[in-house]
């Protein structure tokens, strides 16, 4: 009888034992999505860091002005310093920033229009500024109104915030809402491709025509 009590107490931790692996695994099962939200923020500050360091390598005052204009006028979506220091480019008799030296040749040649977009990009950041830090992050990484996809976020005074189906959207003005909750799953559509445009990997310069052509 004690062999046997002895026995049954064994077959039962060892239950007990293999449950707790299983409770175990299973809370490790749940666990990616939380741990891909933490390298999600891990790489955003990472990238943070690396734009500020860029940044801090130049003067103060070309700091100043390339924090002010914070994208490069050429590709719109390209923070100043993530390509590492920005470059200062004179561009009828004006300077601007661009995010590398790819850019330089198309920021001389746009005149005019590459001093327009950098000024554009100024006011936008100014505007932008004005967000929650979180809220900027969410605007900057869509970039343009889900409605009318030629205007910047910021251009027209600080972006009106929309939640559809739980998700924010961001428009350029309030004349943009009708629109925008009209058609819920093609606004949807549309910021997922405004945001797919600005996180293309590598920095491809045969798209330098077609973003300024976009944003004419």
Do not use: W
Request: charged share 20%; proline share 4%.
């Amino acid at each position: 009888m004690t062999i046997l009590r002895s026995h049954l107490m064994l077959t039962l931790a060892i239950a007990l034992f293999v449950n707790g692996l299983g409770s175990s695994s299973l809370l490790a099962d749940d666990s990616p999505s939380h741990g891909t939200s933490t390298n999600h923020d891990h790489d955003a500050m990472k990238m943070e860091k690396k734009i500020t360091d860029a940044l801090a390598s130049l003067s103060p005052e070309d700091r100043k002005q390339a924090e002010a204009q914070r994208f490069c006028p050429i590709m719109q979506y390209s923070r100043l310093g993530s390509m590492g220091a920005p470059l200062k480019v004179t561009v009828a008799g004006q300077q601007v920033f661009v995010c590398c030296e790819g850019c330089v040749e198309d920021a001389i040649a746009g005149g005019q229009e590459t001093l327009k977009t950098a000024q554009k990009l100024t006011d936008v950041s100014a505007n932008l500024a004005k967000l929650p830090a979180n809220e900027r992050a969410a605007a900057e990484a869509q970039k343009f109104c889900a409605v009318a996809n030629k205007n910047l976020l910021g251009a027209m005074g600080e972006p009106v915030k929309l939640k559809i189906n739980g998700k924010p959207v961001y428009l350029c003005c309030k004349g943009c809402t009708g629109k925008a909750q009209a058609n819920p799953a093609a606004t949807l559509a549309k910021v997922e491709v405004l945001k797919k445009a600005g996180m293309k990997a590598g920095h491809d310069h045969s798209d330098h025509n077609h973003e300024r052509d976009h944003n004419n």
